[in-house]
């Protein structure tokens, strides 16, 4: 992620050389290793990117289709946690769109991969206990 991350700040791009192969990758070896989870995984990426394409659909200029698909990806990788991930980078990507209207004045494109791969490592070292003490108060 960190690799996609920098490649997004610089050239405003998340290679489907990259990220397609990562996904079919870690997909499989969820399949294999964690059966038990298999629902989880496939429906984490599908949900993950079934959101991220209706934002694509409903505006194209502010969601590229590479941050959908590694939306899949990260649902791949984290299964229900991916909740947490994209989360997390809605609310760090619209406090970062915040800070670049209120110095520059104007309106202006962020890269979407940095904050995703900031939601990814909150849902890596904090996913599963934030998602448990979100679904207790429900």
């Known amino acids: 992620m960190a690799v996609l991350a920098v490649i997004d700040v610089r050239r405003r791009i998340l290679p489907n050389r990259i ?4 996904t079919a ?11 038990e989870h298999a629902l989880a995984w496939v429906l984490g990426a599908l949900l993950a990117g079934l959101c991220l394409l209706l934002l694509h659909v409903a505006y ?3 969601m590229g289709m590479g941050d959908v698909k590694v939306a899949l990806l990260l649902g791949a990788a984290l299964g229900a946690a991916v909740a947490v991930a994209l989360v997390t980078a ?5 406090l970062a769109a915040v800070v670049v209207l209120a110095r520059s004045g104007r309106r202006a494109t962020l890269p979407f991969g940095p904050f995703l791969a900031l939601g990814a490592a909150v849902a890596v070292f904090a996913g599963e206990p934030l998602l448990h003490a979100y679904l207790s108060t429900i």
């Open 90 to 94: 809605v609310v760090a990507s619209a």
């Open 25 to 35: 990758a870690v997909l499989t070896a969820q399949l294999v290793f964690f059966p």
């Open 60 to 62: 194209p200029p502010g």
């Open 19 to 22: 990220v397609v192969p990562a």
